[in-house]
């Protein structure tokens, strides 16, 4: 299929319709997986809060909003680029507590989702990693930002409070988490009152985590990492069998890292590091694919598809291979990323069969319930963040009395030891997930990301090809169908064009196909126009995304006029 053709200014020409509707804007723009939280972003911008500000508080908001997908104890990435030239990163991703062991699960052989006997590294309190998101909000905003976390907070805390509407995907997320839910009190409390989701259009509060939000806009992050937050997490996971202490707490860091950088096609691309394999494999996978005139292969096409298929496996062999905390494990960066070695992988690629494909040798030394964000201010700030409980409504629990759910992320770490991403003390959990920025003469042209588990890397880079060789908007770049193979299935979405003519194709050249709704979770993003410098906000039909912006300015007052208005 022919999307449309390239002008200097985006692309015009065939367009098919979408789901939803972008938002263009020309002062401020905002996009998150839930129109309320867009619309706290809005209002950050609009006190005069910067793109960071907007971020964050979008993020509390959907802590409350989407419940299933963040909380103030997860784990995330922050990606920016500042109007200054600064690009910087955030981790404030998930670590390993300090009692755990690497052989305290079980693991359930041939599982590819390190699955263990009693689903323990999955519900209840053994899942729970010591979460670093509120530290790494909070440090953002004191470093980047320019209002108080009270402000930043306050939003949040008013839709916990008072309350919101239950969506359709809520609920069906609640329905089906449901009996997990029920074994914790405090969760069924909120989300399963009277033993059953609330229903469609019912107005859902959340009056403990308003008052945690509230104390934490007032005391900062000690109030949970060395304060009376942290001691309830604690005195909870004490009396059911959990891991984290004070001591974990307290020695939590966040780390500002610099991002992984590499081009396609005279694009620069900017992403989140290790210990996100992100980044890197979207970077690598792109390397591979800027060797394949895509556009001439046509979006959706049976070679199109055969050939991310397998660059997918490769990128995933190398991930299981090489990818860890790097403050214990030192990755091949510079040369996983490099053209020399996307050339190397390239020659391997067999256009008429599938094929399975193992980590190539360094050289010497060497859940998908996610949710994102992404935020553009008048002055060219840009803020691509993603963040997690890992699984829906992560480990199920609720800290009784606080009305904070805790993740899941231990879900992550590979319970067999000896491997690279077993468990340790204290180690960084490993991700995929990918807060991306794409520039364009060294100046932002897009920010997007999206949850999915270890789908989100494959996602983002389609939604880049998608622009930048299929000519596609923003917004039919983040709706149109995905697919995803990391071996031995390839999963390809209900919405390519002809689909059970693609499937057999797909068969008839070696792959396992299945067909799912969807692959990962709900992207959102900004398109910067190059040329009329206007913001289009783009969220796709995989969740409550919405993008919201807004356009004017002050009005111009007495003493003003003779430096001209339009006429």
Avoid at 210 to 228: C, F, I, Q, S
Avoid at 244 to 273: C, K, N, Q
Avoid at 407 to 414: P, R
Avoid at 418 to 435: A, D, H, Q, V, Y
Wanted: hydrophobic share 40%.
């Amino acid at each position: 299929m022919v999307w449309g053709e390239r002008t200097a200014s985006g692309v015009k020409g065939n367009r098919r319709p979408t789901v939803k509707q972008e938002a263009v804007a020309s002062r401020g723009m905002v996009t998150s997986n839930h129109p309320l939280a867009s619309l706290t972003g809005t209002e950050m911008l609009l006190l005069g809060g910067n793109a960071v500000d907007a971020a964050i508080a979008t993020m509390f908001a959907l802590s409350v909003v989407e419940p299933m997908m963040t909380t103030i104890f997860g784990a995330g990435f922050i990606t920016m680029r500042l109007a200054d030239g600064t690009v910087t990163t955030i981790d404030n991703y998930a670590t390993v507590p300090l009692a755990a062991r690497e052989d305290m699960f079980t693991p359930i052989p041939g599982s590819l989702d390190n699955d263990v006997e009693g689903r323990l590294n999955d519900v209840g309190y053994l899942a729970v990693a010591t979460g670093g998101t509120l530290l790494g909000w909070a440090t953002a905003i004191e470093r980047y930002g320019r209002l108080p976390l009270a402000t930043v907070v306050a939003p949040a805390v008013r839709f916990a409070r008072h309350g919101f509407r239950v969506s359709p995907y809520l609920h069906e997320m609640i329905r089906t988490c449901a009996e997990d839910l029920a074994r914790f009190p405090a969760s069924a409390e909120v989300f399963l009152p009277g033993g059953d989701p609330p229903p469609v259009g019912a107005i859902l509060r959340r009056a403990d985590y308003a008052e945690t939000l509230e104390r934490v806009g007032a005391e900062g992050p000690d109030y949970l990492y060395r304060g009376p937050l942290g001691e309830a997490i604690a005195a909870d996971m004490a009396r059911n069998g959990g891991l984290i202490t004070m001591e974990d707490l307290a020695a939590y860091r966040v780390y500002e890292r610099a991002p992984v950088r590499g081009t396609y096609r005279g694009y620069e691309i900017v992403s989140m590091g290790p210990a996100s394999s992100g980044g890197t494999h979207i970077i690598q996978m792109l390397n591979i694919l800027e060797g394949f005139d895509l556009r001439a292969m046509g979006f959706g096409t049976p070679d199109t598809v055969h050939l991310i298929a397998e660059v997918m496996k490769i990128a995933f062999a190398d991930r299981f291979r090489y990818m860890a905390d790097p403050e214990r494990v030192r990755i091949p960066l510079d040369w996983l990323t490099s053209k020399e070695y996307a050339a190397q992988r390239r020659a391997e690629i067999d256009m008429s069969r599938a094929q399975q494909y193992v980590a190539a040798p360094a050289p010497e030394g060497e859940g998908d319930c996610t949710t994102h964000c992404c935020a553009v201010d008048a002055e060219g700030n840009v803020v691509s963040t993603t963040q997690t409980l890992n699984n829906a409504f992560g480990s199920k629990v609720t800290v009784p009395g606080t009305g904070m759910l805790l993740n899941n992320c231990m879900h992550l770490m590979d319970p067999t030891p000896g491997r690279t991403n077993s468990i340790e003390p204290g180690k960084r959990i490993l991700s995929s997930m990918s807060p991306t920025i794409v520039l364009k003469d060294g100046k932002p042209l897009m920010a997007l990301g999206t949850p999915g588990g270890v789908r989100i890397f494959g996602s983002v880079m389609q939604a880049i090809i998608n622009v930048i060789d299929h000519g596609m908007t923003l917004q039919e770049a983040v709706e149109a169908p995905r697919l995803w193979d990391r071996g031995p299935v390839l999963e390809l979405e209900r919405g390519f064009d002809n689909l059970p003519d693609l499937v057999a194709e797909m068969e008839r050249r070696g792959h396992v196909v299945e067909t799912p709704l969807k692959v990962a979770g709900g992207m959102n993003g900004i398109l910067i126009d190059p040329e009329t410098g206007l913001l289009h906000g783009a969220a796709c039909w995989r969740a409550d995304g919405a993008p919201m912006g807004f356009s004017g300015g002050d009005a111009i007052v007495e003493g003003e006029f003779d430096a001209g208005i339009p006429v």
